[in-house]
Nanobody, 113 residues
Framework: EVQLVESGGGLVQPGGSLRLSCAAS????????MSWVRQAPGKEREFVAR???????IYADSVKVRFTISRDNAENTVYLQMNSLKPEDTAVYYC???????WGKGTLVTVSS
């Protein structure tokens, strides 16, 4: 059974940082392209970043430079380091196996003073 479990969300002040984790199981993680997607209140889901099995990454323009996606294939985990957070980054962040309907339950990030 495919499982994706996100963690690391919380409340942070503008300009702060958070590191999200997504623990994966039930599929061949090392050969899968993984992505982070977010959904802000009242808005549609929005692509954030993706990382290929060998490491190449792609980012949404809105998070480029501020966010870094990485993966540990030995630990079956994908990360999202978020720096210089802004109120508009407030959303539920989801982990996804790219091109599939497998999603985690998400972790809430709130950026507010």
């Amino acid at each position: 059974e495919v499982q994706l479990v996100e963690s690391g969300g919380g409340l942070v002040q503008p300009g702060g940082s958070l590191r999200l984790s997504c623990a994966a199981s039930g599929f061949t993680f090392s050969s899968s392209i993984m992505s982070w997607v977010r959904q802000a209140p009242g808005k549609e889901r929005e692509f954030v970043a993706r990382i290929s099995s060998a490491g190449p990454t792609i980012y949404a323009d809105s998070v480029k430079v501020r966010f870094t996606i990485s993966r540990d294939n030995a630990e079956n985990t994908v990360y999202l380091q978020m720096n210089s957070l802004k109120p508009e980054d407030t959303a539920v962040y989801y982990c996804n196996i790219l091109g599939t309907s497998y999603w985690g339950k998400g972790t809430l990030v709130t950026v507010s003073s």
